[in-house]
């Protein structure tokens, strides 16, 4: 045991100064980041927490990896998709077997993945950050990315810094989920994770070497199936109706297929489909007939035919529906309907199911796809088929301006009145005063039946909202009451003393709830009458 624990440490040793602990919180869902309680300790790292660790004895050992000479000797690149399972580990270790990169998956605590890049010697922490983080941009992962460590570049020894740690794999490395995937994707033990690491682990020199993939990507990775099939080729009979869909899913895709060696411009989706005549039609089509087709395609916004034999025969709609330039796009833009506009900014979508169903919902879900299909499936239970975010976009952008209005709107819905409302029984649990040292004392709202003018205190008016448990940041509070009321902010002097307040002119007070000079009682404010103001 000792052996494999000096092995363990040596591979994942970082600084002399801090290490960290993590004990998970037994009440945990498994569908969510594991909680716990988490502990910086500034203290060396000793050997029975590396031993205790691999044994699962006690809390799990967190390791910083940025020495006191910002140094380390090892870079992670910590993914959480433990909410949505949107990372499929496998296919990750598998694409950076493909692209031959020194790295190795691990499954985090929480079911999300930490990608490690392991080096023999320690080297410049920054020098790490940018290395990692370039595997990331290499592997189309880095919007997956929560942190990559070392998080700091440098340590600040004078400060008390030590670092921010990293939760160890193996914790409890027998029975553990915290592992290592071998090259297959598979699960590795321990002893096979020390193999890996020999494979994997870079010396000096071979760190700083420029990283250089050549990326082979296959244009037609997103395409119908139906296209694929017929890339086999097109005999007489189908061949026009073929080369219309050929032309549709270039226009899509045409930036999938990169830059032209010739033109040194990507191609565009007009030569595309001039070119996949020549390469997929049996024989090709004479050059009008194709002018032909690209012309009518650029003029119209077809949809695949999906429904002519020559397609049919080779359809499979079930994988064409999970393909960024498949059928999904169009059958999204079929099932999601006209969208009714009910007040300030709240909007009736319908979704086209049977029976169809609405969802009301903010400027802002509208705006995004998937917030949009968030709440889809959350009021609808309807699960959408995928389409781009860009065409999400032209899709609802053409919506929105073809929008209808509610019949059914009713102004209270408004929240401009809401405010209103909530001022309104301000005043009236206030009361405002004719007198205007009521304003300067005691913060109350003074009215001025001469000019009608209600002058009123912001704090005053912001500490009964507070009450009401209304929450508003206060930016927000003085941009509706300068937008709603109509205010203005007013530094004045009152009995020579400096008064500032905010004033609404022509303001219509209810008598009940105005208090004239003198007349204070119930009894008295029944028979009320509107006096100048002397003052």
Known sequence: MKERTDKFRKIFWGSDIGYGTFTIDKNNNGSQKQKGKAITNKAYPEDQLWEDHLKGIGAGLGIIPINADSKCQWGCLDID????????????????????????????????????????EFISARLMK????????????????????????????????????LNLPYFNEEEGSRYAYKEDGEAATLEEFFKLYEKKVLSKEEFNRTV??????????EAPPCLIALRKGVHEGGRNDALINFAIFYKKAYLEFGIDENTKQHYTWQELTRKGNRLYMKPPLEEKIVETVINSVEKTEYRYMCQIPVLKNVCQSDICITRQYGIGEQLATGTIGEIMEYGQDRYLVEINTNPKKELLIEGETLMYKIPFYNETMKQASVWLPEMSGI??????????????????YVEEANEDLVFIKYFDQYIKKQSAYTDKTNLL??????????????????????????EKRIKMKRVDLVLKVQRILKAKKDKGKINEKSCVSWKIQNYEIAKENLVIEGEYTDEDKKEITYEKDQS
């Open 441 to 466: 004392e005691y913060k109350r709202p003074h009215f001025n039946p001469d000019r009608k003018s209600l002058s009123f205190n912001l704090d005053s008016f912001e500490d009964f909202l507070v």
């Open 81 to 120: 998709e433990y909410r949505t399972s949107g990372l499929d580990k496998k296919k990750l270790v598998l694409k950076i077997e493909e692209l031959k990169l020194p790295l190795i998956v691990f499954r985090s605590k929480s079911g999300g993945a930490h990608v490690f890049c392991f080096c023999k």
């Open 130 to 165: 940018i290395k990692i983080t370039s595997y990331a941009a290499i592997l189309e992962i880095g919007s997956k990315v929560d942190k990559t460590f070392p998080v700091q570049e440098t340590i600040l020894t004078n400060k008390g810094h030590v670092g921010s740690f």
């Open 391 to 408: 065409n999400f976009k032209k899709m609802m952008v053409k919506k929105f301006h073809e929008r209808t209005y509610s019949k059914e």
């Open 212 to 221: 250089k993939v050549t990326k082979i990507k296959n244009p037609y990775a």
